[in-house]
């Protein structure tokens, strides 16, 4: 028999960002980071899986799930590697042998390169389609973000929403009572990122500004827990844009230096800048496009503005959502 299943898992966009490691094999982090679960943009994943026998591993991208059109991707060479090794990381966890015939079947709902971590809801939507493939009952959500940390760090906050804070080992869901929010993509330039988030954790290690990072890092996940408690936007829109900054100054002053910064994500920022008394928040991946994070009441409004200013830019729309799920699971004859 073979088992079927097929999970979804979102991206999240940290508010507080996770950059520099303490151990480079568990994606342990330098400092504590806080995000927001995304609902739409997401990774879908169909695992089928055949037990026993000798372990072969097979991945390939889809350009569709149901009527919904997906981004197929390539993964590397590199990429596979880490595939293969995490499923050897969840299989030894749960003392199964590794075995059996295993075949992904993967696609995003954004284009790569779009500022948004791929690899967070992959690792995400891959750890949770092998735990549930093994038929594992009842595993704590805790355990899923573990292992799912070892083969993506960022992907240990997708697994819950809407805030997540990650700390050490751990990532755990925090109380907030700020509004529901959107966030909405504001998309500068599509093309993949030259350098990826692995050379960047090592880079900023040489800025001058990596002294004290950690302690400003951490500082600001403490007073964005005190502010989602309050639901304040003048000290949430602050904080964002600090933290987004402080984080693409890492890249601008490491050595050899290097930035995401294309003359579109400068132009948006200033006009952004401009309106920062508004209720809104900006922040930044490692990358050229811009979130911008506003209350789910103000979503039009704000859609209408931005197309009224940057008329030919595309505008991803989601919202803040709940973390991974399993969509299906089933048994049928191989
Ligand atoms: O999970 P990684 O190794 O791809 O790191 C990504 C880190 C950032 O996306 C740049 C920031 C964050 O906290 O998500």
Redesign the pocket.
């Known amino acids: 028999m073979k088992r079927v299943v097929k999970v979804r898992a979102p991206s ?3 508010l ?4 520099g ?1 303490l151990d480079y094999v568990s ?1 342990l982090p330098a400092n504590s ?1 806080l ?1 927001m679960t995304l609902n739409s943009l997401a990774t879908f994943t169909q695992l089928e899986f055949i037990p026993g026998g000798s372990f072969q591993l097979s991945w390939e991208g889809i350009t569709s799930w149901g009527a919904t059109p997906l981004r197929s991707f390539c993964l590397r060479d590199h990429e596979r590697i880490k595939v293969e090794k995490h499923f050897k990381r969840v299989l030894e966890y749960f003392g199964e042998s590794y075995s059996g015939v295993w075949r992904i079947q993967s696609g995003n709902s954004f284009p790569a390169g779009a500022g948004i ?1 791929s ?2 809801s992959g690792f995400a939507a891959l750890t949770l389609a092998i735990v549930t493939a093994l038929r594992l009952k009842d595993i704590p959500c805790s355990v899923l973000s573990e292992l799912s940390r070892q083969g ?4 240990c ?1 997708s697994f819950e929403g809407p805030w997540v804070l ?1 700390e050490g080992e751990s990532a755990r869901r925090v109380q907030s009572n700020f509004e529901p929010l959107s966030d909405l993509v504001l998309m500068i330039e599509e093309s993949e990122k030259l350098v ?3 050379e ?2 090592r880079r900023i290690l040489s800025s001058r500004n990596w002294q004290g990072r950690v302690e400003r890092a951490n500082s600001r996940v403490t007073r964005l827990q005190e502010i989602l408690l309050r639901g304040d936007w003048g000290e949430f829109s602050s904080l964002s844009w600090q933290e987004a900054m402080d ?1 693409h100054e890492l890249f601008h002053t490491s050595e050899p230096s290097f930035s995401y910064f294309k003359s579109g994500t400068r132009e948006v920022l200033s006009w952004l800048e401009s309106l920062k008394d508004i209720r809104s928040a900006v922040t930044l ?2 990358g050229p496009n811009i979130h911008l994070l506003v209350s789910q009441s103000e979503e039009a409004v704000w859609i209408e503005r931005l197309r009224e200013r940057f008329p030919k830019m595309n505008v991803l729309i989601d919202r803040q959502g709940e973390g991974a799920s399993v969509l299906y699971q089933a048994e049928v004859p191989a």
């Open positions: 999240n966009i940290a507080v960002k996770y950059m490691k994606n980071s995000s971590a690899s967070a993506s760090g960022s992907s906050r990650w990826g988030s692995s960047a954790h984080m991946d490692a």
